[in-house]
């Protein structure tokens, strides 16, 4: 599919307006904070990519996405929230409600932006931000979401999933771009902590959690405005979760009785 | 109408978000009136669309750290900007942005702080070289703690 394609079926204003369309990069994260620092971005652009030979996850973790079997892309702003701000819950939410809604995939979110199916991540996010050459910010918004994989193998293979494998269709990276593009526009107007609750699921029910190299049994019981989560620990302390790379949940112990 | 239609009354209200209700039995008439409905309709916004700080277009988030930061004798530390972890480098392995001894200038990248999962990069805002990393890779800051002694040119 080519970007006027794309375009021709895109009902949004401003999200994804100007497509950037690459057979193979290094990652779309680099080129759109490449962009956003030369000032050649502009405000809702798109960044998509064929392959990645240099996907990228959170710290240390990469992202497999060299074969063309997922939706690899990023989208630039230039006009942000001031941070500290739930802005990772966006994406997430947006992904989150074309698995629900289009294609009945029971998905849910897992603190602070993954996005899980029977506790297989199917989706990942990476928010990056960047100075404008005018002193600004800009955000790059990355996200992947697999779409066509058969299987995975190694490490992922008991922690990955695709939409292929969970409804049996094929569905192309282009079509599904048109429904995200059109969901993140959505989800521009509304509460992003309401709907991070709801589609979490994580409030008031325990979940364990490697935190500074140990493992946990917390309770969610809170979130900041800022989408911290507020925990519980089993002793009764009470802590304030900020890092998404310093705490690690997990995704099994989500929905244990 | 007794105790109990009025109850059932004041749950259909709560249900259906009305503040007032009307009902006349004789020639049967009902007014109805949900709430907000004098409100004025207000655009969407996004959610970020509040006013920065200051006037400062695209303001606020990491580019003002520079007010966080204070005069020691001749240098100056410069204070995070947020709460979160701290990292030296861009990914794991890869050099430092800045080490003990390097110039930088108002763009220079001296760190990223994760929170959330946003990898922010936090710029010097200033010219001068750097005196101390005061903050190891990969712990935790609060919002103005040290992070670095700068000694401005």
Known sequence: MEARDILSHLRTQTLGRTLRLHDEVDSTNLRAVAAIRTGCAVHGEVHMARRQTAGRGTGERSWDSASPDGLWATLVLLEGPPLPAPLPFWPALAIHDVLTREFAVPARLKWPNDVLVHARKIAGILVETTPTPDGGQGYAVGMGVNLLQTAFEGDLAGTATSLRMEIGLDVPPAAFLISLLEALEAWEERDLLDGFVKASRMLLRPLRAERDGTWITATPIGITKEGFLEVEREDGSLETWVSGGAVRIDPESLDQP | ?153
Request: negative net charge; charged residues 25%; proline residues 8%.
């Open chain 2, 1 to 153: 109408m007794d105790l109990e239609d009025l109850q059932k009354l004041i749950e259909l209200m709560n249900e259906n978000d009305l503040v007032e209700v009307e009902i006349e039995e004789g020639e049967k008439k009902v007014r109805l009136k949900k709430a907000g409905a004098d409100q004025p309709v207000m655009p969407p916004q996004a959610f970020w669309a509040q006013p920065s700080p200051a006037g400062q277009p695209g303001g606020g988030g990491p580019a003002e750290s520079v007010a966080a930061s204070s005069v020691e004798g001749d240098s100056v530390t410069f204070n995070s900007p947020m709460v979160g972890t701290f990292y030296t480098s861009p990914s794991p392995g890869a050099e430092p942005f800045v080490k003990v001894g390097d110039r930088v200038s108002q763009t220079t990248v001296l760190c990223i702080i994760e929170a959330m999962k946003v990898m922010n990069e936090i710029q010097a805002e200033m010219e001068g070289e750097i005196l101390e990393v005061l903050v190891g890779n990969g712990e935790a800051v609060e919002y103005g703690q040290p992070l670095f002694t700068i000694k401005p040119r």
